[in-house]
């Protein structure tokens, strides 16, 4: 069962560059979300999926953009990349409201 | 918006020892009071959690306390091991329109020596 799965786990951009961050998630989850983790920040949502075809901002949207074309499928994408975005990106999901998320293994990004 | 403060930053402890960690947050509506554990390197992964009609909850050496009046919750590791050395996030989540996400604190890094 292979759970949250990230692609790809590490990537070097320039600024201006854009890239899009796959998730995929074989548990059937409704709930799907994007995280940036900073060092000395904890963890800070980016953008959330209630459902297949749904999107909603959350804390730190600015700079990205999603889709959920599928239920399984989560994609964060950044269009014109900056050294601000640098950081580890997790996406998780959940089967509910208020019950576990699960996280992917994580995407070190990196912006020069 | 919801703000969830954690203290302390860092905690070290001797291997045997107990481990608190408190958080707070600003939202009386918050309902759901997750904890997750953080290895170097690693995934976030859930611990404990607990809902706002419980006030403790007792997972074998961990525990989470709730007071909804004070607004704050804590996290209790008995008998450290070291192999609980890890970076520990609380998390208060808010229902909203039907809609449920999670604000994390900003994490507290638990070092257990031997």
């Known amino acids: 069962n292979a759970g949250v799965t990230q692609t790809p786990k590490f990537r070097v951009l320039k600024t201006g560059q854009s890239m899009t961050l796959l998730c995929a998630q074989d548990?059937?989850?409704?709930?799907m979300y994007w995280y940036r983790q900073d060092p000395g920040m904890g963890l800070r949502l980016i953008h959330y999926?209630?459902?297949?075809?749904?999107?909603a901002k959350g804390e730190v949207p600015d700079g990205y953009n999603v889709s959920r074309l599928k239920k399984q499928n989560f994609l964060l994408g950044l269009e014109s990349a900056a050294p601000s975005q640098t950081s580890v990106y997790f996406c998780?999901?959940?089967?509910?409201?208020?019950?576990?998320?699960?996280f992917g293994q994580g995407t070190r990004l990196t912006v020069v | 918006g919801e703000n969830v403060e954690q203290h302390p930053s860092t905690l070290s402890v001797q291997e045997g020892d107990s481990a608190v960690i408190k958080c707070t947050y600003s939202?009386?509506?918050?309902?759901?009071f997750p904890w997750y554990k953080q290895e170097l390197g690693k995934r976030p992964q859930l611990i404990i959690d607990?809902?706002?009609?419980?006030g403790e909850k007792k997972d074998q050496r961990i525990a989470v306390t709730l007071n909804k009046t004070a607004k704050h919750f804590s996290l209790h590791i008995t008998e450290t091991q070291p192999e609980d050395s890890a970076v520990y996030f609380c998390?208060?989540?808010?229902?909203?329109?039907?809609?449920?996400?999670?604000?994390f604190g900003k994490g507290t890094m638990l070092l257990v020596s031997p």
């Open positions: 998780a999901s959940s089967s509910a409201l208020d019950t576990e998320a699960f």
């Open positions: 548990m059937n989850h409704e709930y």
């Open positions: 999926s209630v459902g297949e075809g749904t999107t």
């Open positions: 939202d009386s509506a918050s309902n759901y």
């Open positions: 607990i809902r706002s009609n419980v």
């Open positions: 998390a208060a989540s808010i229902s909203n329109s039907g809609y449920s996400t999670l604000t």
